[in-house]
């Protein structure tokens, strides 16, 4: 039977890589049924609000997600989809690919980010007029569950180095249960990783990557860290990612809605093919994984390249070398 994929392009130039991650994806000899579910800033103009019920539902009974991208409407999709498929995990992949100039070609790191709580917890208020508050959520489950994620996925994909991100000196309440909780996993698991300060770490990621593998973030962190890594191999266009859950998954680029170049057929397509390629690994498929991901690198190597990347092709011409490649 044919594997449910709830496609929701988003916003901006979600509208433009998801149909050609849907392209890549229908070359190969997958069982894919793709439904389309709307969410974002125009739908909460046409509709009053930006995620519909039925897109969650959607996203909540397929079989995996594909997603593009937010804008301003971003926590009220991205999260709501990502609690949606009980995402725990963001996995950030950030490599420098032969082919394209990056500023540090040594990088191979891998973000995982907690995805529930921290300061995405949603918890913000006006408590008088110009002074607003903030509630910063960290559990000690949450911080377990992304500790036992980023060990095992280090242990399994081969990575050596784990570092833990956390501003302890500052949060000593909040990142100090974070480390806490990190701790007790590590140490039941006879894992080894060292401890960084998040802002400290960030100049050391610039300076010298090679030294790191996974660095296991708080949720904010988590998104500020990857999009430097991101920086550092030739920009957010490269980067995919998956939020994970027990059984349920969502795939989207790292990147947003990029309303600068939204609408122009430029939009880079490699992150979004990427996250295909993600998904694909999610549900079994390997084989059509490794495909992917060789077509997209093989064209990021020798093939047309869009503007971010120096080069000058549409996101189409792009799409069409991936598929040719496959
Ligand atoms: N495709 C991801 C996206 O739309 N990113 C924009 C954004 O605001 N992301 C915040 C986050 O990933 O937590």
Do not use: W
């Not at 593998?213 to 980067?239: E, F, Q």
Request: aromatic share 6%.
């Amino acid at each position: 039977m044919a594997e449910t994929i709830a496609v929701i392009p988003g916003d901006g130039i979600g509208q433009e890589v998801i149909p050609a991650a849907i392209d890549v994806l229908e070359t190969l000899d997958v069982d894919f049924e793709f439904v389309e579910g709307e969410a974002g800033d125009d739908v909460l103009d046409s509709r009053g609000e930006a995620l519909p019920e039925a897109t969650y539902e959607l996203a909540a009974g397929a079989d995996a997600t594909l997603f593009g991208a937010a804008g301003e409407t971003a926590a009220d999709v991205i999260l709501p989809l990502r609690e949606a498929v009980g995402s725990f995990a963001n996995i950030r992949p950030a490599r420098a690919y032969p082919g394209v100039d990056s500023l540090q070609p040594e990088t191979d790191l891998v973000f995982v980010r907690e995805n529930t709580e921290g300061v995405y917890s949603g918890i913000e208020h006006e408590i008088a007029d110009g002074v607003t508050t903030l509630t910063r959520v960290i559990t000690d489950e949450a911080s377990r569950k992304i500790a036992e994620y980023g060990f095992e996925y280090a242990e399994a994909n081969g990575y050596d180095d784990v570092t833990v991100a956390h501003k302890a000196n500052v949060m000593r309440t909040t990142d100090g249960q974070f480390l806490e909780s990190v701790e007790s996993v590590a140490e039941a698991g006879g894992h080894g990783y060292d401890e960084a300060l998040m802002d400290a770490l960030a100049m050391h990621l610039l300076l010298r990557p090679e030294e790191y593998g996974v660095v296991i973030c708080p949720n904010l962190a988590g998104d500020v860290l990857s999009d430097l890594a991101a920086g550092l191999v030739g920009g957010l266009g490269l980067l995919p990612s998956a939020n994970v859950g027990e059984d349920n998954a969502l795939f989207e680029p790292v990147h947003g809605s990029a309303p600068d170049i939204a609408g122009e057929g430029i939009a880079n397509p490699a992150a979004t093919v990427f996250s295909a390629a993600m998904l694909l690994e999610h549900l079994g498929y390997g084989g059509a994984a490794d495909r992917v991901r060789g077509a997209v690198e093989a064209v990021l190597e020798g093939g047309p390249r869009t503007p971010d990347l120096g080069g000058e092709a549409s996101t189409d011409e792009v799409t069409a070398a991936i598929v040719d490649r496959l």
